[in-house]
């Protein structure tokens, strides 16, 4: 089976016109035509009815099916090919949100220095949500990502290095700095300043607004820590962040949660578990889960 054919065959499904899927490859109608009747005649089954009063293109039934293979093939030649690619240069994508970054991944990244790995990363950075999606599509080697539950999918593999808790910051002049915690509900007449949906605070302030059964004002969202705490610093608003995002100079007061229960900031180690790993990522795995600061 020509692979080439495969991808004519993906687009088509897309398009549903020989002529736009010919531009998209810069060939000719015929060529797509031709490569059409090859899978059908390999597979000994009609992928694609023309209906002619309506110009359109129909896919059976079989072709839909056969469509649902096509794209897990070709996402696994992706996915191979940049594998290829990373070990052929010695390099071990490596998914890394910027709060993790920033607290958890310092004392890590000296460990990993020791050992001479610490070059071989290409570490990519985004929110966790972003992340996960460039795992499981073979765009990452390694990740360390945060959750509000346990990751839990099998075809991932998953190592728990750290639980930490999601605070409420709060301007050092607000009415509530000295309060030192309080229940969500009693948030529910304040402004927030959230990370945005690529980030795994979304669905832990989701969880804490149903679970509080209130609607609070979310007034701004952006990917950048420092400027939520410069903005809650100021007065704008208030916030909910991971404990891993906070230093003790912070110019915000720290609040604690008393809800129960309440969604934990999970720091983990995730990669996919059909992926054969190098030596390389066999010993960077084994040194980032040696020591974890996990509660038993």
Do not use: W
């Not at 795994?200 to 400027?227: M, W």
């Amino acid at each position: 089976m020509n692979i080439r054919d495969l991808y004519y065959f993906e687009q088509l499904f897309q398009e549903k016109n020989f002529t736009r899927v010919a531009h998209y490859f810069n060939v000719s109608q015929p060529t797509i035509t031709a490569a059409i009747q090859r899978l059908e005649k390999e597979l000994e089954t009609k992928l694609v009815i023309r209906d002619q009063s309506h110009k359109d293109l129909i896919f059976t039934e079989s072709g839909r099916q056969f469509q649902t293979h096509v794209t897990q093939i070709l996402l696994e030649l992706k996915t191979a090919q940049l594998e290829i690619t990373a070990i052929k240069q010695e390099k071990i994508r490596f998914g890394l949100p910027p709060i993790i970054g920033s607290s958890f991944f310092p004392a890590l990244s000296a460990k990993l220095s020791k050992k001479n790995l610490l070059s071989h990363l290409d570490t990519r950075e985004d929110g966790s949500n972003s992340l996960l999606n460039q795992l499981k599509n073979g765009q990452l080697d390694l990740a360390l990502l945060s959750s509000t539950k346990p990751i839990k999918d099998p075809k991932l593999s998953v190592h728990l290095l750290a639980r930490k808790q999601f605070k409420i910051i709060v301007g050092l002049n607000h009415p509530m700095a000295q309060s030192g915690s309080l229940y969500f509900h009693d948030l529910k007449r304040e402004s927030f300043i959230q990370l945005n949906e690529r980030f795994v605070h979304s669905i832990a302030f989701r969880e804490l607004t149903e679970q509080a059964g209130i609607k609070p004002k979310l007034i701004y969202q952006t990917n950048d820590v420092q400027i939520i705490k410069g903005m809650v610093a100021c007065g704008v608003g208030i916030s909910m962040l991971s404990e891993a995002a906070l230093l003790p100079q912070d110019p915000v007061a720290v609040l604690s949660l008393k809800d129960q229960p309440q969604p934990e900031f999970l720091i983990q180690l995730v990669y996919r578990s059909n992926h054969l790993l190098t030596s390389l990522q066999k010993t960077t795995i084994e040194l980032l889960t040696r020591e974890t600061d996990v509660d038993s």
